[in-house]
């Protein structure tokens, strides 16, 4: 099968793809207690015997708009007591804004520390917060509680038609004003590995890898990054055959613009149906289970 044969999809964005592969049509597969929720973008809550770990949480959304002309953008403290309960870590893939945005304020609401980059480093500086920033070594296990957490050097996928990856190297604001989305510079990237109630899951915030440095095989869920594949050649061959996960769950696949309370849209030109023929055409032995914005599952 081609790289490119999501782009040939007749599903595309066919929402009636997501609801038939819905987990809440299928067994949970999670050990008990243990609950997982997206939050759309490529945030999720994770929780297990009373500890609490995001990844990537991105719930302010800021609007095209903002983008556009360039405005601050900060957390609003409103979505943020919405969505976010407590935490005791929250876990960063890279520094775009719809990745980390959110980190500081929940840091400070909750206490808890942030793992990830020196560019994540940087933004906990910012707000006045730089030691509850936990600058990650690729590979070696951090233990939160219950959670034994991994983070895996990789890579960001290429936009922009595919030539660059967009506000690349490093945040380095000196001020919280000057954040605007284009300054949420992307950092190094990582995937994210998380050991936890006798399972494992892999979380690629985006569609991009380094073949080399991924070391875990046989993983359980894989939280799968799917925005900006088609200018990962085989991205999809690829990260299955190294991870062989028993599950993939698909993520990044919304239109983060629109506000988490509104009906979810797809983002432009990422093709869902594409993606879940490109899984299958490596093998069907994968399940896929699609969630909906703030969807939890428990076991
Ligand atoms: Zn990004």
Known sequence: MPWHSSALSQHANDPSTAAALNWANFAAELPRGLSLQWLGTAGFRLAYEGCVVYIDPYVTRVGWDDVLHRRTARP??????????????????????????????????????????????????LYGIVERAVVIEPHRVYEIGPFEVTFVPSLHSKLLLGLKVP?????????????????????????????????????QGSANLVDSEIRHRGVDFFLAGIAGRMFTPRYVERVLRLLEPRVV????????????DAPMGF?????????????????????????????TVEG
């Open 267 to 295: 983002s432009f030109n990422v093709n869902f149906g594409g993606f879940v023929e490109d899984v299958e055409a490596v093998s069907r032995d994968f399940a896929i289970r699609a969630l909906d914005l703030l969807q």
């Open 76 to 125: 609003v403290t409103a979505r943020i007591e919405s969505y976010i309960d407590a935490a005791d870590a929250v876990l960063v893939g890279h520094t775009h804004f719809d990745h980390a945005l959110d980190v500081p304020a929940i840091s400070l609401a909750t206490g808890c520390r942030a793992y990830g980059s020196t560019s994540l480093q940087r933004l906990m500086s």
């Open 167 to 203: 506000s690349d190297g490093e945040i380095t604001c000196d001020s919280v004003d000057d954040l605007t989305p284009g300054a949420y510079c992307c950092g190094d990237v990582m995937g994210i590995h998380v050991s936890v109630a006798g399972v494992t899951m892999y979380h």
């Open 249 to 260: 769950v698909p993520q990044h696949h919304d239109n983060f613009f629109r506000p988490l």
